[in-house]
Every structure is written in structure tokens, then in C-alpha cells.
């Protein structure tokens, strides 16, 4: 499969637990973005990569999320301390041009 | 500001044309693009449209652009069940090297048998 893949698929913690995504874009894609998407609405935009380069940050994300892409190639996000307005899905996109998306990860905070 | 807007539900009978309609603000989107999303899974890019053309047709989808009036829609022909799914719009942002997008809340469409 050459899609972009992230993992896990779902997760469960507990408000105040620390969680880490990753996601593996398509292999020849150098732009990698990552969105949350609630329930009932559309994805929004929370931070993109040029390559290993963190180039935008939307104001959505708060100090207690950090993304990082060290090679290049695979991303990962992480969230510390949950919250329960954390639980939503989180989708990642991989370009040269079009964004494809992954699958996401949808994550509860109980 | 940014803001994508589309109607929330659409039902059609199965052979039918659907015809999903987006408004957004900025006129300065280079792209203009179509997403399916089934249950549980991620976003399916289905057509794009750049901001010059108004037109673009791909075997079943039909995309229109008025950019006078800020006005998108996809028209899919001879629906099927299987095109039953939340469609989104989405206007791309050119932001130095980044494209990011701005959704719309998606548009269910449901296919009647």
C-alpha cells in the first residue's frame, strides 16, 4: 500500500495522559500537514513540514502539542497533559501538489 | 477571514444528478478542491479546480466555479449508493511554501434506492 498510513487508528486514555500519533506519508511527498477534525465538522489546519522544517504553526495548537518530522520522512504528534476538548480525529496529509490524507487517528480523552 | 460554507444535507434517488453547492470568502484561494469522507475513514480527494478555470469535468463529477460570486459546486451524474458520504469542500491558501486548507462542515448525501 503507497497511502499515507498513521497509527494507531484509535485511542483511548485518560485526561491528563500523554499521547503520541505518527504518521508515514507517501514516500516521495516533502510536505507533510496535520488537521484535527471534530465531530460534525471539517478538518482544520493545525501545523505543516517542508521536509524535516516545521514551517507553519496554526494558532490551534496549544503549548501542549508538539509535531516533529526528524528525517524527513515519518511525523509525529504528540499531546501532553489531554483534555477532554482534545478527543476529535487527527488526520495527516502528505504533497507534492494535492493533499492526500490518511486514514487518522481518533482519540478519546475520558 | 477564511470561511468555507456548504449545506448540510442532500438526498437524491439513486440514477439522479446530485448537485452539491460551497460558498467561500477569500479571493485570493488558488485551488479550489472536492474531499469524500465515508464513515470512520479519512478524507478521498476526488477533483480540484484552479482558480482560472471554471469549469472541469471528470467522467462522473462536475465541478463549476463562479469567482465572481465565490461559488463552487460538484455535480455527480447517475448517483449510486455507493456515493453516499459527507463531501467537503476545501479553498487552498498559498502561505509561503505551504497550500493549507480551509473546510467547509461537509455536505451528507445520502442516495436513496
Known amino acids: 500500500d503507497t497511502g499515507v498510513s498513521q497509527n494507531p487508528r484509535h485511542k483511548i486514555t485518560k485526561r491528563g495522559q500523554n499521547v503520541t500519533f505518527r504518521c508515514d506519508p507517501i514516500s516521495e511527498h516533502n510536505r507533510l500537514y496535520w488537521y484535527r477534525q471534530t465531530l460534525g465538522q471539517g478538518p482544520e489546519f493545525l501545523t505543516y513540514f517542508q521536509n524535516e522544517a516545521q514551517l507553519e504553526k496554526s494558532r490551534l495548537l496549544s503549548d501542549r502539542f508538539s509535531a516533529e518530522r526528524p528525517k524527513g520522512s515519518f511525523s509525529t504528534l504528540e499531546i501532553q497533559r489531554t483534555e477532554q476538548g482534545d478527543s476529535a480525529m487527527y488526520l495527516c496529509a502528505s504533497s507534492l501538489d494535492e493533499q492526500y490524507f490518511g486514514p487518522g487517528t481518533r482519540l478519546t480523552v475520558t | 477571514g477564511e470561511d468555507v460554507e456548504q449545506s448540510l444535507f442532500l438526498s437524491v434517488r439513486e440514477g439522479d444528478s446530485s448537485v452539491i453547492n460551497c460558498t467561500y470568502t477569500?479571493?485570493?484561494?488558488?485551488?479550489l478542491y472536492w474531499y469524500k469522507q465515508e464513515p470512520g475513514a479519512g478524507l478521498q480527494l476526488l477533483t480540484y479546480?484552479?482558480?482560472?478555470?471554471d469549469m472541469k469535468q471528470d467522467q462522473r463529477l462536475t465541478v463549476l466555479l463562479n469567482k465572481k460570486d465565490k461559488h463552487l459546486s460538484l455535480r455527480i451524474a447517475d448517483t449510486q449508493t455507493g456515493d453516499s458520504a459527507i463531501y467537503f469542500c476545501a479553498e487552498s491558501i498559498s502561505s509561503g511554501s505551504a497550500r493549507q486548507l480551509t473546510f467547509g462542515s461537509g455536505t451528507q448525501l445520502t442516495v436513496l434506492p
Open positions: 479546480i484552479f482558480s482560472n478555470m
Open positions: 477569500d479571493s485570493s484561494s488558488t485551488y
